[in-house]
């Protein structure tokens, strides 16, 4: 089966840091990435981790364990644009991708 | 590039109705796929094509839903007869996959069908 978990929503304050969680369980893994989607947008790349360890992009990073089918979104210096829902998706392999339902972030002044 | 493109943005019909979406992918890209999206189930992953062949079409709810893909520039997603269940938003995105490293980047997504049947 694949199953991928996520906070539902989460909240911060601008300027701050927050880390949004994904556990994954899926019949083959090959990587994981990470989406952005604003509301009623389609989703954009974040980013992609095939090895275990951190991968930092400017305010973003992404970590992930293998061993422990864990990733999480480190978002530092929130903005309000930073307000939108961040998709988790497992690549199992063969052009696949398996998607979390999302976390909602609310960024508050 | 137009990136992919995706008609129409909005879609409202009657149950019982047939509803047809269509996409058309980035120029090269040799993978499509279709996904839907509702807030109780995120994205679901339809159905996909590799060269315009459908290669995977185990996530098609049922016999009401069909997708073709005639050629590398078009593909539609058709739904017939439509019910108020199927109301979500339908995203179309393509890929291309000649490697590993080419799944870098993951899909490009299209800007999504919202359907809304009544």
């Known amino acids: 089966g694949q199953n991928i978990d996520q906070p539902t929503e989460m909240t911060a304050t601008e300027g701050a840091i927050v880390q949004i969680n994904c556990t994954y369980q899926t019949s083959g893994f090959n990587g994981l990435f990470w989406y952005q989607q604003h509301a009623g947008e389609a989703p954009t790349f974040l980013s992609y981790?095939?090895?275990?360890g951190l991968e930092e992009k400017g305010r973003f990073s992404s970590f992930l364990s293998r061993s422990k089918g864990y990733s999480y979104l480190l978002l530092k210096e929130l903005q309000m644009k930073d307000s939108a829902s961040y998709l988790c998706?497992?690549?199992?392999?063969?052009?696949?991708?398996?998607f979390g339902t999302g976390t909602r972030l609310l960024v508050s002044p | 590039d137009a990136g992919v493109i995706q008609s129409p943005r909005h879609e409202v019909t009657e149950m019982g109705q047939e509803v047809t979406l269509r996409c058309k992918p980035i120029?090269?890209?040799?993978?499509l796929f279709w996904y839907r999206q509702t807030m109780m189930r995120g994205l679901e992953l339809l159905i996909y094509f590799n060269n315009n062949v459908p290669i995977d079409d185990s996530g098609m709810p049922e016999d009401r839903f069909s997708a073709k893909m005639p050629n590398a520039s078009f593909s539609t997603l058709k739904i017939q007869p439509s019910e108020p269940r199927d109301s979500a938003v339908y995203f179309c995105a393509s890929s291309w996959g000649a490697g590993a490293g080419q799944v870098v980047r993951g899909y490009t997504f299209g800007s999504g069908t919202r359907l809304t049947v009544v």
């Open positions: 981790n095939v090895l275990d």
């Open positions: 120029s090269g890209h040799d993978y």
């Open positions: 998706a497992a690549y199992t392999g063969f052009q696949k991708l398996v």
